[in-house]
Nanobody
Framework: QVQLVESGGGWVQPGGSPRLSCTAS????????VDWYRQAPGRQRELVAH???????NYADSVKGRFTISGDNAKNTVYLQMNSLKPEDTAVYYC??????????????WGQGTQVTVSS
């Protein structure tokens, strides 16, 4: 069984720069592509950032130049550095990862989400 646990959310003033973390635990053999999504009230969940295995990250246009996704393989952790936050960035942020575990095939896992509220 795999768990993804996010942290780092909370209340942030406009222009703030929090960093979200997502750590995977369990009987993990390999972690492949990882993503950050977000869901604002009344809106569909949207992809914010994608980090492919051995490739370059890509971002939604709305966060390009402000957000950075990165990973630490040794810690089974992916980060989302968010800069110059705007009120419209307010959402629940979820990490998603494709993971190969012992005795299973590769599948996607979701974290429980962390709320980010941008307000003065």
């Amino acid at each position: 069984q795999v768990q993804l646990v996010e942290s780092g959310g909370g209340w942030v003033q406009p222009g703030g720069s929090p960093r979200l973390s997502c750590t995977a635990s369990g009987s993990i053999i390999s972690i492949y592509a990882v993503d950050w999504y977000r869901q604002a009230p009344g809106r569909q969940r949207e992809l914010v950032a994608h980090l492919p295995t051995g490739g370059s990250p890509n971002y939604a246009d709305s966060v390009k130049g402000r957000f950075t996704i990165s990973g630490d393989n040794a810690k089974n952790t992916v980060y989302l550095q968010m800069n110059s936050l705007k009120p419209e960035d307010t959402a629940v942020y979820y990490c998603h990862a494709n993971i190969l575990c012992v005795r299973t095939t590769t599948r996607g896992y979701w974290g429980q989400g962390t709320q980010v509220t941008v307000s003065s």
